[in-house]
């Protein structure tokens, strides 16, 4: 009879834990909002779930890179939109020196305006993006891209392009080179010129005085050459700010792209963890009901029990 009280008795303590143990289970799993608590529990799910928590942090490493790529774009964008207005002022003022009622004087003064854009241009050129990058200097984002040495302006960049991965199988350009925004210009006669030195020897040219027929002849030629000039020059500097457009454009397609995925992983992590909490309460509710039974029918029995080796 010991022996079977005793047996009774660690039946009871047994299931009293198992009923405890699965009270506390769902108890902690509606604390914490997550149906797998440890690996264990269901390993398939788990491993399920830890490669969309990875795909997702990629996906938000490609939004944080579309990010700062959206920022440098709009600044390279900004900044071609003040070449493009510089470009668009130099033709005006290459447009009126030509007028002949224009002293040698009054060439000057145009010439003296033109230095004051030739200035601003190159400060446009040696434009930085947020992070301190220069905007032109192709790869080499720390290198100031343009110097006026005093006999020209130099290039100190290279030809290529910073890249950023906006997606998992795309790169996006988020600098140019300055040599292809500013120097492989198509000249007047078909070799390349940099706008600084159209700019340069427009100044020289109105800057110089005109005597007689030749002299004038010179002007014209000048002049015809300069508006020529700057006519390719601005027709390239469009050339790269619609590419940047191009390039803002895609951003925001990969952007619509990376917020569907998002979501998506989001609903397949809630499907794989999240623990559905009608379904929690209502087993704590039953898990409640099981151990208070099982704990009166412990009680019960070991009464009895107590009884029987009593008597």
């Known amino acids: 009879m010991r022996i079977g009280t005793h047996i009774s ?3 009871g303590i047994t299931a009293l834990h198992r009923q405890q143990a699965a009270q506390i289970k ?7 909002g997550r149906r797998i608590l440890t690996p264990s529990e269901d390993p398939a799910s788990y491993i399920r779930a830890l490669e969309v928590s990875q795909a997702d942090s990629v996906n938000a490493r490609y939004a944080l890179n579309r990010q700062a790529a959206a920022a440098s774009l709009g600044m390279l964008e900004a900044t071609l939109g003040d ?3 510089v470009v668009q002022n130099l033709q005006q003022l290459a447009v009126y020196a030509g007028n002949g009622t224009l002293t040698d004087s009054g060439r000057q003064a145009i010439a003296t305006e033109l230095r004051g854009n030739f200035d601003e241009l190159l400060g446009l050129a040696n434009r930085t993006d947020g992070s301190g990058q220069y905007l032109f200097s ?3 984002g720390a290198t100031r891209p343009f110097a006026d040495t005093g006999s020209g302006v130099q290039y100190s960049g290279d030809e290529g392009q910073r890249l950023i991965q906006a997606g998992p199988s795309r790169q996006l ?3 140019e080179s300055g040599r292809e925004v500013f120097e492989r210009i198509p000249a007047a006669g078909g070799g390349y010129q940099s706008l600084f030195r159209t700019l340069s020897d427009l100044i020289t040219l109105l800057e110089t005085p005109v005597t007689g027929a030749a002299g004038k002849a010179a002007l014209a030629t000048g002049l015809d050459a300069a508006q020529g000039n700057l006519s390719s020059a601005l027709d390239n500097v469009l050339r790269v700010r ?3 457009g191009t390039r803002m454009k895609e951003i925001d397609t990969l952007d619509d792209s990376g917020d569907d995925l998002r979501l998506l992983y989001a609903r397949q992590l809630s499907e794989l963890q999240d623990v559905d909490y009608a379904r929690a309460i209502s087993d704590l509710t039953q898990q409640q009901t099981y151990l208070e039974a099982t704990q009166k029918a412990f009680l019960k ?6 009884f029987d080796y009593l008597r």
Request: avoid cysteine; charge should be negative.
């Open 9 to 11: 008795y660690e039946l």
């Open 242 to 244: 619609t590419a940047v």
């Open 26 to 32: 769902t108890l902690e799993q509606i604390s914490s």
């Open 138 to 140: 192709g790869f080499q």
């Open 83 to 85: 070449v493009t207005n």
């Open 301 to 306: 029995v070991q009464g009895l029990s107590l």
């Open 173 to 175: 350009a988020t600098s």
